[in-house]
Nanobody, 121 residues
Framework: QVQLVESGGGLVQPGGSLRLSCAASGSIYSIYVMAWYRQAQGRERELVARITNDGSVNYEDSVKGRFTISRDNSKNSVYLQMNSLKPEDTAVYYC???????????????WGQGTQVTVSS
């Protein structure tokens, strides 16, 4: 069984920084794409950043220049460095992975449990 476990959320003042981590565990054959999504209260879940297994990255416009996504394929992990945080970044952040487990014939979409990020003075 595959699991994604996030860590690193918390309360930070505007202008501050946080680093989110997510590790995938279980019987994993291959991870294709890893990403971070977020969902603010009363809003739909949105893509924040994604990174492919060859290192190609995409960012949501409002986080460009402030957030950096990276991954460590040897650890099946993805990270999100968040700088210059704003109150509007407040949300539950979810780790996502498109991966194939040992028991599957094709890729599946997996989610972590979410970690709260609150930006407030």
């Amino acid at each position: 069984q595959v699991q994604l476990v996030e860590s690193g959320g918390g309360l930070v003042q505007p202008g501050g920084s946080l680093r989110l981590s997510c590790a995938a565990s279980g019987s994993i054959y291959s991870i294709y794409v890893m990403a971070w999504y977020r969902q603010a209260q009363g809003r739909e879940r949105e893509l924040v950043a994604r990174i492919t297994n060859d290192g190609s990255v995409n960012y949501e416009d409002s986080v460009k220049g402030r957030f950096t996504i990276s991954r460590d394929n040897s650890k099946n992990s993805v990270y999100l460095q968040m700088n210059s945080l704003k109150p509007e970044d407040t949300a539950v952040y979810y780790c996502n992975a498109l991966l194939r487990s040992d028991s599957e014939r094709g890729p599946g979409n997996y989610w972590g449990q979410g970690t709260q990020v609150t930006v407030s003075s």
